[in-house]
Nanobody
Framework: QVQPVQSGGGSVQAGGSLRLSCEASSGYSYCVYDISWYRQAPGKEREFVSSIDSEASGDGEINTRYADFVKGRFTISRDNAKHTTYLEMNSLKPEDTAMYYC????????????????WGQGTQVTVSP
């Protein structure tokens, strides 16, 4: 029922930076989506890039996860007031070239509708040597 709206992407030379955005709203300010980023290059399988939880853990921090190949280069963050998640991509490499997709799901309960996953339309990231 929900398709997250993505923005950002584009072409950049190796070593450059891009920021991707993913807006996903459940229609309820108190139901926030968990967001994951995936990417898929031509002829390759879709692979996990990063994720961020909808709520903070007991220590007050929102859990984030990164694939090894982006750790230290990419940063995921979110602004729940805007229902938007950002993926800041730094030190980009040619092998980062892919179509990037965000995936949204929630754990709010059935009252708030299907839990997903709901996929964004994708945005192309191209990194030249």
């Amino acid at each position: 029922q929900v398709q997250p709206v993505q923005s950002g992407g584009g072409s950049v030379q190796a070593g450059g930076s891009l920021r991707l955005s993913c807006e996903a709203s459940s229609g309820y300010s108190y139901c926030v989506y968990d967001i994951s980023w995936y990417r898929q290059a031509p002829g390759k399988e879709r692979e996990f890039v990063s994720s961020i939880d909808s709520e903070a853990s007991g220590d007050g921090e929102i859990n984030t996860r990164y694939a090894d190949f982006v750790k230290g280069r990419f940063t995921i963050s979110r602004d729940n007031a805007k229902h938007t998640t950002y993926l800041e991509m730094n030190s980009l490499k040619p092998e980062d070239t892919a179509m990037y997709y965000c995936k949204a799901s929630h754990r709010c309960g059935s009252f708030f509708g299907p839990p997903g996953p709901f996929w964004g339309q994708g945005t192309q990231v191209t990194v030249s040597p």
